[in-house]
Structure formats: C-alpha cells, structure tokens
C-alpha cells in the first residue's frame, strides 16, 4: 500500500527542466478533446476540432517548466512525468497518443520575446509599442492584441514610439550562465505573471469604460488588418474583425474573419460563408425605416429576429435597435437590404427576411435616418 501511494510522486518526479522526458508528437486529454502537439521540444500547439491552432511555446528557465500560450498571453505550469507519457496541468492530464520526430528548434534571437518566455508574457502589459510589435512580428499574437490595446488607448502615441524593443529575463533566469537559480526564478516568474495579469485586467476594464464603440483612426485599422493578414493569428484576427465592423467596414471585418475560419475555428466559417455571398452588396446602408416581419439567420445564438409590424424596434444613426428576449440587438441594412448583426449576440449574422410574414404599419422615422 504504501509503495501504491509513492507511485504517483515517482512518476511526476522532479527533473532538472533541461532534462525532462517531453517527446515530440500528439498528447490527448482523457476524453479525447483537446490535445497538445508538440513539433519541436520547445514548440506546438493546443487544438481541438472546433477552434484554431493555439501555438505555444514550452518555458523551462525556472523550477516549474510552464506552457506559454501565445495568443492568450498566459503561462501556465505544467508536470511532465519522468516516463514522458503524461502531462498535467492545473485542470487536465494529457497523455501520449503517438511521438513522432522533432522537427529542427529555430535559433533565438537575444533580446526577443522567444528569448524572454514567461517574462516576455509578463512584460506586455506594460510594453512599449515597440515590444508589441516584435512580440507581434515573432508570432505571438498576445503581442498584436497589447498592440491594438495600445492604439485603442493613444494611436498618436503609438505612431511616435521610440522606446525599446527588446526583451529580458532577469538574470537568476538565464540558462546556461552562472547565475542561473532556478528555485528564485521561480519565484520571480511566478510574481511577475500574477503581476501582469492583475494589471491587464485594470488596463483591459479602463479601455472599455472609456471607449466602448469608438472606431479607430482608419490608419491603425489599416496597420492592424495588414499585420492579421501577415501573421494569421485566430485570436487577434478576431479582434481585428470587431474593430472592423466597430467602423462599419463590414467587408473588412469579413475578410479578417475569414482568417480566423481558414485557422479552423468552425463559428467563423459559419460567419463568414453567407457573408461572402452578397459580394459588392457586403456594405452598410443607413436604414430609413424600421423593418417589419420575421427575419431568419443560418445558425448562431439568436436566429430568428420578429419586428412584428414595424414598432417593435426604433432607429438611431442608422441602425436599428430590437428588444427581444430581455437583450437589446443592434444591426444594419445590408446593400441587398437584409440585415447584419452588430452587438455581442448577433455578430456577423445575416439575417434575411421570411417571405410573407411583413404587414407594417406607416414607416417610423428615428434620430440619424435620412
């Protein structure tokens, strides 16, 4: 009984982090739907088979090996057994499905975000635009989110950055080098990331208070489209799309969307595909009247809309505001005249009206119709 209790404690027992047993291939959570998929020994991705790739890099400078997710800005601790056959993290255990060859480990840069790992995580929040845009550029779409965070908060200031652009690790976390501790880079990175998670939460939170729907200069949407095309990160792309649609550039919002499909997020394509139909009707027109009837959608949370005979809804700037259900939906007249969603619940929603339902009263007029 009591070598069955040592087992456990054997099986995760502590390596140095250079040398632990993690294999290159494909290790499968125990219900089989999220996996981890590592090319290199240092590198991979998370997937499941509804979502995008979610690229990943393995950190091993401190005492506590951690994953470091590129798009979502974390890294998370990890326990890889001394057999190599198991992996665990705060809430699920993965194991090795098949181990294949490593692929080469690129080379690192001094001063890059690769070469930083957690710390360069731990430095977004407060990078400088400059940062961002190497963190951005390396593949790390956390570094494109603090960048279009940046320009959300001063784009003027953005555009005139002239801070540094390197990253570092703290010098008891530099491996191979005399100083290296492991134990106290541990302590160090495991402060540092709770720091920078508190202040991207207060950050994040004072963004929207101030500036809920404001469109970006077209300038910075520009620059952040291009830089969603070039890197075709899910995460980003996608919040790329929003400040897209934010504009009124739906055709914009559609084709940084159709990045987030092409990643493998199936809800995008679903999105994107009844989109990509109207062609040159893909604009916004001001609606001067508000509609009346049933308006069916293909899918999504909400995809019946019924305006009944024209006075359940009212108009300002152009679109149309529903109450439905307790929830206030936002959307837009299309070139062709159906509807676009616009709010958190009917993003990207073409909704088409039901034949024969429409008996409307009078056209209403509301603030900001021709």
Excluded: K
């Excluded at 027992?13 to 993690?22: G, I, T």
């Excluded at 040159?280 to 019924?306: E, F, K, N, S």
């Excluded at 109450?323 to 837009?332: I, N, P, S, W």
């Amino acid at each position: 009984m009591r070598l069955l209790m040592l087992l456990p404690a054997l099986l995760f027992a502590a390596l140095p982090a250079s040398a632990d047993a993690l294999q290159c291939g494909e290790y499968r959570s125990a219900d089989g739907g999220m996996a981890l998929v590592f090319t290199t020994p240092s590198s991979g991705y998370r997937h499941n088979d509804i979502r995008e790739r979610e690229p990943l890099w393995v950190d091993r400078s401190a005492a506590q090996t951690r994953l470091v997710m590129l798009d979502d800005g974390v890294a998370q601790p990890i326990r890889i057994s001394a057999d190599g056959h198991r992996i665990e993290d705060d809430v699920v255990t993965y194991t090795l499905s098949h181990s294949r060859a490593c692929a080469i480990e690129p080379s690192v840069m001094d001063g890059s975000c690769r070469a930083a790992g957690s710390h360069c995580i731990a430095q977004l929040p407060t990078a400088s635009p400059g940062q961002a845009l190497r963190a951005c550029n390396e593949g790390v779409g956390a570094g494109c989110s603090t960048l279009l965070r940046q320009l959300r908060e001063n784009s003027a200031a953005v555009a005139n950055d002239t801070g540094p652009a390197r990253f570092e690790r703290p010098g008891i976390c530099r491996e191979p080098t005399p100083g290296h501790d492991p134990e106290a880079c541990e302590t160090q990175t495991s402060d540092a990331l709770a720091a920078a998670m508190q202040q991207l939460g207060e950050r994040l939170q004072q963004v929207d208070e101030d500036a809920p729907d404001s469109p970006l200069p077209g300038a910075a949407r520009d620059r952040l489209q291009q830089l969603c095309l070039q890197h075709r990160g899910g995460r980003f792309c996608t919040e790329v799309a929003e400040q897209q649609l934010i504009a009124l550039e739906p055709a914009l919002a559609v084709q940084a969307l159709q990045v987030v499909c092409d990643a493998g997020r199936a809800s995008a394509c679903e999105r994107v595909a009844p989109l990509r139909e109207l062609g040159t009707d893909l604009r916004l027109v001001p609606l001067q009247q508000v509609p009346c009837g049933r308006y069916q959608a293909d899918g999504g949370a909400i995809d019946r809309l019924d305006f009944g005979d024209g006075t359940r809804g009212r108009l300002e700037d152009g679109a149309i505001h529903l109450q439905q259900d307790g929830e206030t939906l936002v959307l837009r007249q299309l070139g062709n005249g159906d509807l676009l969603g616009m709010d958190t619940q009917t993003g990207y929603q073409r909704y088409q009206p039901v034949p024969g339902t429409a008996q409307c009263t009078p056209p209403r007029e509301g603030r900001g119709s021709p």
